[in-house]
């Protein structure tokens, strides 16, 4: 079965600055799909960016990347120039590329923006 | 704009009582989930459904089943609620094809069972 652990349940970071956030995974599938969710105080969840498997080059949507390390099993989410906005949770999930496509997610990381 | 709607953003009810939670979503999706969340276990999938009436169970079952007879429509049943089902419940909808990854979520319903 798969899993995905997020090792930082709270993390800090002062506006401007950049921030990491891990992620690790385990399975025995080559196919599969990687996500970053956010989650803010109202609640709705977000996602943030996607990592196919089997593209090596890392995704990257404006501000928000990751560094995905296949061999590794890793998939961290750097955030570059943050902002009072990032402040949220954020789950790092699993989808396979087969089959029945449920998520698995990990147990999320608290994000504070400090001013 | 793509919606998942969960039929109540609050909810109280009573020991013993059996609860409803409906989750409609209008983008014409395959695959359905109910997820519960509580702090420091994250996302944990209680039961997903990959077509119409036809459903699996995730990794915390016990205690709910569901009911999907329409395809926007994926509905969560808690026979007889317990305190210990007092948390927040999220639904959430998506392609069933392998390369539309993306899952959508509605704005969860926070159960509390006194």
């Known amino acids: 079965a798969q899993t995905v652990t997020q090792s930082q349940p709270e993390m800090s970071v002062q506006e401007a600055e950049t921030v990491t956030l891990s992620c690790t995974y385990d399975t025995s599938e080559s196919d599969y799909y990687l996500f970053w969710y956010k989650q803010p105080p109202s609640r709705q969840m977000i996602l943030v960016i996607r990592?196919?498997?089997?593209?090596?080059q890392n995704a990257t949507e404006n501000r928000f990347s990751v560094n995905f390390q296949k061999a590794a099993k890793s998939f961290s989410l750097k955030i570059s120039d943050s902002q009072l906005g990032d402040a949220a949770m954020y789950f790092c999930a699993y989808r396979t590329g087969s089959g029945t496509y449920k998520y698995i997610f990990g147990t999320g990381t608290r994000l504070k923006v400090l001013a | 704009d793509v919606k998942v709607t969960q039929s109540s953003r609050y909810l109280v009810k009573r020991t013993g009582e059996k609860v409803f939670l409906e989750c409609v979503q209008d983008m014409d999706h395959e695959n359905m989930f109910w997820y519960r969340q509580d702090p420091g276990l994250g996302l944990r999938l209680i039961y997903f459904?990959?077509?119409?009436?036809?459903?699996e169970k995730g990794d915390i079952p016990e205690g709910y089943s569901v009911s999907r007879e329409k395809k926007e429509r994926f509905s969560l049943i808690l026979e007889s609620a317990s305190t210990n089902q007092t948390s927040m419940y999220l639904c959430?909808?998506?392609?069933?094809?392998?390369?539309?990854?993306?899952?959508?979520f509605g704005q969860g319903t926070r159960l509390t069972v006194v």
């Open positions: 990592q196919e498997a089997y593209k090596q």
């Open positions: 959430a909808s998506s392609r069933g094809d392998r390369m539309n990854t993306e899952a959508f």
């Open positions: 459904s990959y077509d119409v009436k036809m459903k």
